[in-house]
């Protein structure tokens, strides 16, 4: 049997587990099983290596930063990031990857200008490191958005968004989770009056497909794009790592 997880916690709908469950069931892969692994604490990690048919796993929301601890090898996107959420497991040793970068750069691209020279990050968690990592290799310039000051000359908060920063600032990507489901009535508290159809609104929420940030965008004629792509991508880009020199 090969076997693949996902860690994190808590885990509740998870995409991964129904993703990569259906593309067994789909391709007769019946030797390939992925589950969860909803562990409290990453200090739980090691028990779950204990079983030697462990391939790979995915790592999910509080330990993309603390796994780090765990591997033998990162690759220099983890290196640099700071964040991993893929990890191959190859006779006991882990190597760490973070295919969230190559899922959000191909999804955003989809929609990018040669106009879209500056950027809002709203949010600043695991996966704003992502996201941050692909402007900074595609030389856009951004500036991350909190709610809490930091003092960062690249850090700006709510309050600090006026007419001058919207306009000059026109993509805007949400990785925060407002907006997701069962919460589908919130959205980043941005003033929405100022986006406009130059505008591009990524969101790297899925679920909704179109979130109340999202609607708000298209309603103003700006391009939008949901996470869906994103998820699908790093998700293929884990399965090529874990089996990168096998037959699959
Ligand atoms: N599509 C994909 O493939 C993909 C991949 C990764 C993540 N995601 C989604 O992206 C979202 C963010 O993921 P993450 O791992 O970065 O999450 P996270 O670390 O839990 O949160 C991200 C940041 O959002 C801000 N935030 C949290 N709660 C907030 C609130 N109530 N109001 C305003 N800001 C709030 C915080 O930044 P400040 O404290 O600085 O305000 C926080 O650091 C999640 O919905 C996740 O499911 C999607």
Not at 243 to 248: L, P, R, V
Request: aromatic share 10%.
């Amino acid at each position: 049997m090969r076997k693949f997880g996902l860690i994190g916690y808590p885990l509740g709908h998870s995409f991964s587990a129904k993703y990569f469950s259906e593309k067994f069931r789909r391709a007769s892969m019946e030797d390939c099983i992925y589950s969860n692994f909803e562990i409290p604490s990453i200090a739980h990690l090691p028990e779950i290596l204990k079983d030697p048919e462990l391939r790979g796993l995915n790592v999910t929301i509080p330990y993309k930063e603390s796994v780090i601890a765990y591997l033998q090898e990162k690759d220099p996107v983890v290196q640099e990031t700071g964040a991993c959420n893929c990890i191959r497991i190859d006779q006991g040793k882990l190597t760490g990857y973070n295919t969230d970068v190559k899922g959000f750069e191909e999804s955003l691209d989809e929609k990018l200008t040669a106009g879209d020279k500056r950027a809002l990050i709203l949010g600043t968690g695991g996966s704003s490191k992502a996201v941050a990592w692909v402007l900074h290799k595609k030389g856009i310039d951004f500036l991350f958005v909190s709610r809490k000051k930091s003092g960062a000359p690249n850090q700006i908060t709510y309050e600090d968004l006026g007419q001058e920063i919207m306009k000059t600032h026109e993509l805007i990507i949400n990785s925060t989770p407002l907006g997701m489901a069962p919460k589908t009535g919130v959205c980043p508290p941005i003033p929405y009056e100022y986006i406009g159809a130059g505008h591009y609104l990524f969101d790297l929420v899925y679920n909704p497909a179109k979130t109340l940030f999202l609607e708000k965008g298209a309603a103003a004629g700006a391009r939008i794009k949901n996470g869906a792509d994103m998820l699908a991508i790093q998700a293929e880009a884990s399965w090529a790592i874990w089996n990168a020199g096998s037959a699959e």
